[in-house]
């Protein structure tokens, strides 16, 4: 993937096909990104990216609320993400402009596995560099990597960091990594570090955390 075509080529895939262990590489700077991969809840994407060093830089925006099903609300790198997907050594960059919840850098809505049948996620030597511009009121459920994971997951960041920003005055609920886990997923972070440029965030009963919400 070295141009913008190649990675609106791989969104547009992505509606039909999970690209269960499928590997993709960076090969260039990919600027202006307004298109998400796994758009389609039914298809997560399963895929593989490896950033290779180099950085996506994100212009998405959502201004008015789906209605219905809440997993329809995010915006991120990747929308919708299930079993096997990995991506290591990428910068995501950018700006994410949402009246919604589940804003992320890089995932923003994890699907469920089973009690016998836990999902594996792991994101290594990544940086979310992402500015979230959040104008909800309230509930914003949002963070650095992950927006919101579904129960029987298994998650890992190691080497990661979190050093962008959030704009989201009137939000609460907010955290460096992950906006919010169920009581039945697992997080590991190793090596990482919540080190944001700046935080303007709900501040009266905001219940925001540093790494993850309920982990």
Not at 36 to 52: A, L, W, Y
Not at 66 to 75: F, N, R, T, Y
Not at 122 to 151: M, P, Q
Request: include cysteine; charge should be negative.
């Amino acid at each position: 993937i070295a141009t913008k075509a190649d990675w609106d080529l791989l969104a547009s895939k992505s509606a039909e096909n999970s690209f269960s262990d499928k590997y993709f590489r960076l090969d260039a700077d990919i600027d202006g990104v307004t298109t998400m991969v796994g758009d389609k809840k039914e298809i997560p994407f399963s895929g593989k990216i490896d950033g290779n060093g180099h950085t996506v830089t994100l212009n998405l925006s959502r201004t008015t609320e789906p209605s219905g099903d809440e997993s329809l609300q995010g915006l991120a790198l990747i929308h919708h993400a299930g079993d096997g997907l990995e991506i290591r050594n990428l910068t995501v960059d950018g700006t994410i402009t949402t009246n919604c919840k589940f804003a992320a850098g890089f995932i923003s809505y994890l699907h469920a596995g089973e009690a016998n049948a836990r999902k594996i996620i792991k994101i290594t030597n990544s940086r979310s560099n992402v500015d979230i511009i959040s104008n909800v009121d309230g509930d914003g459920t949002s963070a650095g990597f992950v927006g919101l994971s579904k129960n029987y997951v298994d998650m890992t960041f190691e080497n990661c960091v979190f050093d962008g920003s959030f704009n989201a005055p009137k939000a609460k609920q907010l955290s460096g990594f992950v906006g919010y886990q169920q009581a039945r997923v697992k997080t590991v972070i190793e090596r990482s570090l919540f080190a944001p440029q700046s935080v303007d965030i709900a501040a009266d009963g905001g219940n925001h955390y540093t790494f993850c919400r309920y982990a």
